[in-house]
Nanobody
Framework: VQLQASGGGLVQAGGSLRLSCAAS????????MGWYRQAPGKQRELVAT???????NYADSVKGRFTISRDNNKDTVSLQMNSLKPEDTAVYYC??????????????????WGQGTQVTVSS
């Protein structure tokens, strides 16, 4: 699975941005999709995930401000970010988990990362 993210940019505090990520390749194997972010000097952290059935999970820091969605027909996942804060500044990465079955039906889970898109929120 290959992922291509887009939509980052510079925005003032309180503003909004929408990130999108398109998957290609063996997309039929994708299970969960999500967004992570990494600020300078910090570890990469989970922002939000969404299962193939639409179950969502959010980091406490973004609950009520960010909304993750996906279109299984188009193999895309999006992140609508509202009420942005300077502390949301980071490189945002989309991720997709894939489930395939190897020899003798053994499940094999793997993950793919997009290239990252910069989000900068000015105060």
């Amino acid at each position: 699975v290959q992922l291509q993210a887009s939509g980052g940019g510079l925005v003032q505090a309180g503003g909004s941005l929408r990130l999108s990520c398109a998957a290609s390749g063996t997309t039929a194997t994708i299970t969960d999709m999500g967004w992570y972010r990494q600020a300078p000097g910090k570890q990469r952290e989970l922002v939000a995930t969404i299962s193939s059935g639409g179950t969502t999970n959010y980091a406490d820091s973004v609950k009520g401000r960010f909304t993750i969605s996906r279109d299984n027909n188009k193999d895309t996942v999006s992140l609508q970010m509202n009420s942005l804060k300077p502390e949301d500044t980071a490189v945002y990465y989309c991720r997709a988990s894939s489930l395939q079955y190897g020899d003798l039906g053994v499940p094999v889970v793997s993950g793919s990362w997009g290239q990252g898109t910069q989000v900068t929120v000015s105060s």
